[in-house]
Structure formats: C-alpha cells, structure tokens
C-alpha cells in the first residue's frame, strides 16, 4: 500500500468517527427535547443538535472530497465537491435557522444577584415599608418578574403548564434558587403543591415566626400563570425552613381571570 493510499485510509477513518460522534451529539439534542415534550428547535437541546449537524457536515464533507481524490475512486471527483457543497450549505442554514429561532427579534436578558445582596436589599425594603409592605412588594416583583420571564420561555420554548410543571425542579436548580424542588401535586388549571429544600430566601431569612419566601412565592405564581392562559394565580406559602421545618411547600391556586379585567392581589 503507497504512503499516499495509506494516509488517505487513515483520513477517511479519522473522518468516520467524526460523523458518527457529530450523529451521536445530535441524537443526543433529540432525544433531550423529546424528554422534556419540546420542539427540538425551541429547546435547550437546540445547541446540541446544532453542534452534531456541523460535526457530521464536516466529517461528511472531508469523506466525500477525500473519496474524489483517490484514484480510480468510484465517487468522481465533480459529484464529491458537489455533495460536499450542498453539505456546506445545509450546515450553514440549519445554523443559522436555530440560532434565528433563540435569539431573534429579542431583547430578553438576564442578571445574577448574590444571596447577601437580595437579602440586604430585603432588610432595607423592611426599614423603609414594614415588614408587611416588604413582603407585599417582594411577592408583587416576584410575580411580575417571572410572569415576563415565563411568556419569553413559552415564546422560545414551546412551553405549557405540563411542561413548566416537568421543568420546574430543572429550573429552580439551573438559577440556583433551591437545592432541591419537588412537584408534590399537580391538577391541570387548578393547583400545583410544590417543595423546595434550602432555597435561596429561605437560607438567609431571620427566623421571626412567619414564613419568609415571598419573592418565590411570587415568581411561582407569575411562572404558573403566564403558562395557562385565562387563569390567574396565586400562592401561599404553608411551611418554611425558617420556621425549623423541614423544606418549603407552597401552594399555586388558579382561577379564571374576571371578565371585566381585574386582577386578583393576595
């Protein structure tokens, strides 16, 4: 076997195992986004799916033109860079459709808070409103913060109330606001029971005989509705690991939203 012949077999083999790897890490995106009940382009997945195509494209792309150059090839030279073309442009495409489909025509961001700063600015609510108004005030920008945040995702994602209810746990691990959470109970349109452990208000709260989740409470709620459409919520905290429980439970009721508009406070 001539050198040339020899580094062309390694090439091709190197370049096999590149497709395979790009198809496996694609796969890997699908299968990801069935689990989760999304579309494949929507999801979180959609990075993964996006690697393996560019992955496989180029691996194909490199079998195709290094196959022409053999001699006495059975792919003639001509069909091999046009196969390894179209390959190009459909990498390039489906690229720039998924990166179309998560970033485009959005102005959505986000910030990290460190734990003693949402506490302190916590406290500073407290000396300037009362204990009831900063709770109030928490839960309000709780609610209306994760209410927006909740219609980018189902924008983006696809998502629904039976997914937000398979995410939750995912989500409040992904932000870093509990170390565990658990969806204890979930009536479609009706209520979700849900539990945290060491979440992240409830670490740093004084233990001064209430509960002291109010901008989760909040957020569950602006989450919880912003997915079902027509129904308000609301959430009320039953258990506290400030009080010397063992987790935090909370408990979002829907109901429909009033036809002449108002909108329910807690």
């Not at 496989?56 to 091999?80: C, D, K, Q, R, W």
């Not at 506490?119 to 928490?138: C, D, F, N, S």
């Not at 002291?212 to 039953?238: N, Q, W």
Request: aromatic share 8%.
């Amino acid at each position: 076997m001539s050198l040339r012949l020899e580094s062309v077999m390694k090439m091709l083999v190197v370049e096999t195992l590149g497709a395979v790897a790009g198809i496996g890490v694609f796969l890997v995106g699908v299968l990801g986004a069935t689990t989760m009940r999304s579309n494949l382009w929507k999801s979180p997945f959609a990075m993964f799916a996006v690697a393996g195509l560019l992955l496989s494209s180029n691996s194909l792309i490199n079998i195709f033109y290094t196959l022409g150059m053999v001699p006495g090839a059975l792919v003639p030279l001509e069909m091999a860079m046009m196969v390894s073309f179209i390959l190009l442009i459909m990498g390039i495409s489906s690229i720039l459709l998924v990166l179309a489909r998560i970033y485009g025509n959005s102005t959505f961001s986000t910030i990290l808070l460190p734990r003693d700063a949402f506490t302190r600015m916590t406290q500073r609510l407290e000396k300037m409103y009362g204990k009831a108004g900063a709770k109030h005030i928490m839960y309000v920008l709780g609610k209306d913060s994760e209410y927006h945040v909740a219609l980018e995702m189902k924008r983006r994602l696809g998502m629904d109330g039976e997914s937000l209810v398979k995410w939750l746990p995912d989500i409040f691990s992904l932000l870093g606001w509990a170390e565990k959470t658990k969806v204890i109970e979930y009536v479609p349109k009706e209520t979700i029971l849900l539990r945290t452990t060491n979440n992240f208000e409830a670490l740093n709260a004084p233990c001064d005989g209430t509960v002291s989740c109010h901008f989760l409470s909040g957020s569950i709620a602006g989450l919880t509705k912003a997915l079902h459409p027509g129904r308000d919520c609301e959430v009320v905290e039953t258990k506290c690991q400030s009080l010397g429980d063992d987790y935090c439970e909370f408990t979002a009721s829907l109901f429909p939203l009033p036809r002449w508009g108002l909108v329910r406070s807690k």
